[in-house]
């Protein structure tokens, strides 16, 4: 059975090089929906707690958040980041606390001082969905990523990758040592 959390990012992209009015930065509200499966986990006769799905995910995908996501080639990364850097707000700034882990993949560099990331491939919603799926797939039995943002919807099908040991009490995984992060529950 399956497990899904939802939730929504606000972001500004453009597509760089597109012959259409999307190569002017905009913004959007992009809608996230995460499909997790498993076996039920008896004790708590659910797959996975949602909002530990959601939780997971967030930790990672804040970062693109009111966020500016440009691809890695186009001419106004430097320009943006040449302006924060005169504004001195290039590495931070006190008031920018709502921030996620930096990460760095191959498809994706986060960049949460500056609230900018930076993608190998056009921020499409195909796009994201292959950023989102790289990102979480050893954190989570994900097997549907859903994403819309403004008329554009996509989503991805894929291969579910077996079962996780949960909490029979909290429903969350237990860490390699077999004990719930959450409860402190050890497996017998
Ligand atoms: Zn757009
Ligand atoms: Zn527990």
């Given at each position: 059975?399956r497990?899904m959390?939802t939730?929504d990012l606000?972001?500004?992209?453009r597509?760089?090089?597109?012959?259409?009015?999307?190569?002017?930065?905009?913004?959007?509200?992009g809608t996230?929906?995460?499909e997790?499966?498993?076996t039920?986990?008896?004790?708590?006769?659910?797959?996975?707690?949602?909002n530990?799905?959601?939780k997971?995910?967030?930790?990672?995908?804040?970062?693109?958040?009111?966020?500016?996501?440009?691809?890695?080639?186009?001419?106004l990364l430097?320009?943006?980041?040449?302006?924060?850097?005169?504004?001195?707000?290039?590495?931070?700034?006190?008031?920018?606390?709502?921030?996620?882990?930096?990460?760095?993949?191959?498809l994706?560099?986060?960049?949460?001082d500056?609230?900018?990331?930076?993608?190998?491939?056009?921020?499409?919603?195909?796009g994201?969905?292959?950023?989102?799926?790289?990102?979480?797939?050893?954190?989570?039995?994900?097997?549907?990523?859903t994403f819309?943002?403004?008329?554009?919807?996509?989503?991805?099908?894929?291969?579910?990758?077996?079962?996780?040991d949960?909490?029979?009490?909290?429903?969350?995984?237990?860490n390699e040592?077999?004990?719930c992060?959450?409860?402190?529950?050890?497996?017998?």
């Amino acid at each position: 059975m399956r497990s899904m959390t939802t939730f929504d990012l606000q972001y500004a992209h453009r597509f760089y090089g597109f012959k259409g009015e999307a190569q002017y930065l905009h913004g959007h509200t992009g809608t996230l929906t995460i499909e997790v499966e498993d076996t039920i986990n008896e004790g708590v006769n659910m797959v996975f707690p949602c909002n530990e799905i959601k939780k997971t995910a967030w930790d990672v995908l804040r970062n693109f958040d009111h966020a500016l996501i440009l691809r890695e080639d186009d001419p106004l990364l430097p320009a943006v980041l040449d302006v924060y850097t005169k504004q001195g707000i290039r590495h931070g700034h006190p008031q920018n606390t709502m921030k996620g882990e930096a990460f760095k993949t191959e498809l994706a560099t986060a960049y949460p001082d500056c609230r900018l990331v930076v993608t190998k491939e056009t921020m499409t919603v195909e796009g994201f969905i292959k950023i989102v799926y790289d990102l979480l797939k050893d954190k989570l039995n994900i097997v549907k990523i859903t994403f819309s943002s403004g008329d554009n919807k996509g989503s991805a099908d894929f291969a579910p990758r077996g079962t996780m040991d949960r909490c029979p009490l909290c429903g969350i995984a237990l860490n390699e040592q077999g004990i719930c992060p959450k409860c402190g529950y050890k497996k017998k």
